[in-house]
């Protein structure tokens, strides 16, 4: 990841990094800003696929900042522990944490950097395939697993964690979207629409008309370790490792997902985009007759 102060110029710091107003220390991160840091990249010769990935941990990092968008001493810590939570690989957070840092470091706000790197532990986590993922399904609707199939299903599909599981209410499901914040900053995870009618049809036949879907049968909510136990039994019925068998495995196997159909996009725009430059230049191009 970048080192970025050994290189760029402090003089052109980009429009919208500002410190805040007096009473409200922090950082305003803008989109203008990221992109004015990934054009000073690569002007310092950064290739295309190194800055999809500073693109990728930016843009990670705007989503998880909420509405205020505004980094403070603490928030990169925080953002950390948010993102380990909800099944980011170690070394995935942190490359992410390794562009904030040198974003900050770029915008002159180096007190607000997060120290530190996590240790990687010498054994790969198991990662889950769509293959396995499937399966899970398949077999959970074969055995009538109503509850167990829509647990993966939402883990599989969001970037939830289990202790977000009581925000899943009839109430947040309807209007698809359910609130959720870390150190104290909200975001919003997107409920989609095949996942939406399964959810409310399952609270409709357990009579829930309102509040957590998912409760245990004394009505409580539903813990970690619970949780995992029943992904686990599934696991054994559906011929899947049982080391793949939690939350943290599928929301993996979500983010990996989601991350290889951003690279797909990125590089059709960059074709689309390379295209429309090879057609102008063919109208347009500067000619050994020229001058």
């Given at each position: 990841?970048?080192?970025?102060?050994?290189?760029?110029?402090?003089?052109?710091?980009p429009a919208g990094l500002r410190?805040?107003?007096?009473?409200?220390?922090?950082?305003?991160?803008?989109?203008?800003?990221?992109?004015?840091?990934?054009?000073?990249?690569?002007?310092?010769?950064?290739?295309?696929?190194?800055?999809?990935?500073?693109?990728r941990g930016l843009q990670r990092?705007?989503?998880?900042?909420?509405?205020?968008?505004?980094?403070?001493?603490?928030?990169?810590?925080?953002?950390?522990?948010?993102?380990?939570?909800?099944?980011?690989?170690?070394?995935?957070?942190n490359g992410f944490l390794s562009?904030?840092?040198?974003?900050?470091?770029?915008?002159?706000?180096?007190?607000?950097?997060?120290?530190?790197?996590?240790?990687?532990?010498?054994?790969?986590?198991?990662?889950?395939?769509?293959?396995?993922?499937?399966?899970?399904?398949?077999?959970?609707?074969?055995?009538?697993?109503?509850?167990?199939?829509?647990?993966?299903?939402?883990?599989?599909?969001?970037?939830?964690?289990?202790?977000?599981?009581?925000?899943?209410?009839?109430?947040?499901?309807?209007?698809?979207?359910?609130?959720?914040?870390?150190?104290?900053?909200?975001?919003?995870?997107?409920?989609?629409?095949?996942?939406?009618?399964?959810?409310?049809?399952?609270?409709?036949?357990?009579?829930?008309?309102?509040?957590?879907?998912?409760?245990?049968?004394?009505?409580?909510?539903?813990?970690?370790?619970?949780?995992?136990?029943?992904?686990?039994?599934?696991?054994?019925?559906?011929?899947?490792?049982?080391?793949?068998?939690?939350?943290?495995?599928?929301?993996?196997?979500?983010?990996?997902?989601?991350?290889?159909?951003?690279?797909?996009?990125?590089?059709?725009?960059?074709?689309?985009?390379?295209?429309?430059?090879?057609?102008?230049?063919?109208?347009?191009?500067?000619?050994?007759?020229?001058?």
């Open positions: 990841m970048p080192q970025t102060k050994q290189y760029m110029h402090r003089s052109a710091k410190q805040s107003r007096a009473g409200e220390p922090g950082l305003r991160v803008t989109r203008e800003g990221m992109e004015a840091y990934l054009q000073a990249c690569r002007a310092q010769g950064r290739v295309e696929g190194t800055l999809q990935g500073y693109r990092l705007y989503e998880d900042l909420g509405e205020e968008k505004i980094i403070r001493r603490g928030t990169l810590e925080g953002w950390r522990a948010s993102l380990l939570e909800r099944g980011y690989a170690a070394s995935t957070v562009v904030g840092n040198a974003y900050l470091d770029f915008a002159g706000h180096r007190e607000y950097q997060a120290a530190g790197q996590i240790k990687v532990g010498e054994e790969p986590q198991p990662e889950l395939t769509r293959a396995e993922y499937l399966r899970l399904l398949q077999t959970a609707r074969g055995l009538g697993k109503e509850k167990v199939y829509l647990l993966v299903k939402l883990f599989g599909s969001t970037n939830l964690t289990v202790q977000e599981l009581p925000k899943v209410t009839v109430e947040g499901v309807k209007q698809g979207r359910i609130s959720v914040s870390f150190s104290g900053v909200k975001s919003v995870v997107r409920i989609p629409e095949y996942l939406r009618e399964e959810l409310l049809n399952y609270a409709l036949r357990n009579g829930r008309l309102s509040g957590p879907i998912f409760l245990t049968k004394e009505g409580r909510p539903m813990s970690r370790t619970y949780v995992s136990a029943e992904i686990r039994r599934l696991c054994g019925e559906a011929q899947v490792p049982d080391g793949k068998g939690n939350p943290r495995c599928l929301k993996r196997l979500y983010q990996n997902t989601k991350s290889g159909i951003e690279n797909n996009i990125a590089l059709l725009v960059e074709q689309a985009m390379d295209r429309i430059l090879e057609q102008e230049q063919l109208a347009i191009a500067w000619g050994d007759g020229d001058g």
